[in-house]
């Protein structure tokens, strides 16, 4: 059973321009011989959950337009744990935000990259406030 823990206290926050990292542990799984989609969900109160960043165990990324430049995904395959770097952060980008993943990969070259309900597993969540 795949499961994904968050780290961090539950929370973060900066200022506007500033940068955070989140964490993800994943495990349950063998990350070398399965393939698989993981990436980062946000959602703000009364707004759907969107798609922030995802990545395919073939290699390949996708970037929500308006982060594209500022926020990076990785995964340390020998830790299992999936990251997510954010600089020039933006008010705008205060929300809770998911890490999950679903198993198989081809997730980018599909329609259902940023759909929620295409992810089995995910995350409890982590708070990000931007301050301006």
């Known amino acids: 059973q795949v499961q994904m823990t968050q780290s961090g206290g539950g929370s973060a926050s900066t200022e506007a321009g500033g940068s955070l990292r989140l964490f993800c542990e994943v495990s349950?799984?063998?990350?070398?011989?399965?393939?698989?989609?993981m990436g980062w969900f946000r959602q703000t109160p009364g707004k759907a959950r969107e798609g922030v960043a995802i990545?395919?165990?073939?290699?390949?990324?996708r970037y929500q337009d308006s982060v594209k430049d500022r926020f990076r995904i990785a995964k340390d395959n020998d830790k299992k744990i999936l990251y997510l770097k954010m600089n020039s952060l933006r008010p705008e980008d205060s929300g809770a935000y998911y890490c999950?993943?679903?198993?198989?990969?081809?997730?980018?070259?599909?329609?259902?990259?940023?759909?929620?309900?295409?992810?089995?597993?995910w995350g409890q969540g982590t708070q990000v406030t931007v301050h301006s």
């Open positions: 999950a993943a679903r198993l198989g990969s081809g997730c980018l070259r599909s329609g259902f990259v940023f759909n929620p309900g295409a992810y089995s597993y």
């Open positions: 349950g799984y063998d990350g070398r011989t399965i393939a698989y989609c």
């Open positions: 990545k395919d165990s073939d290699g390949s990324i």
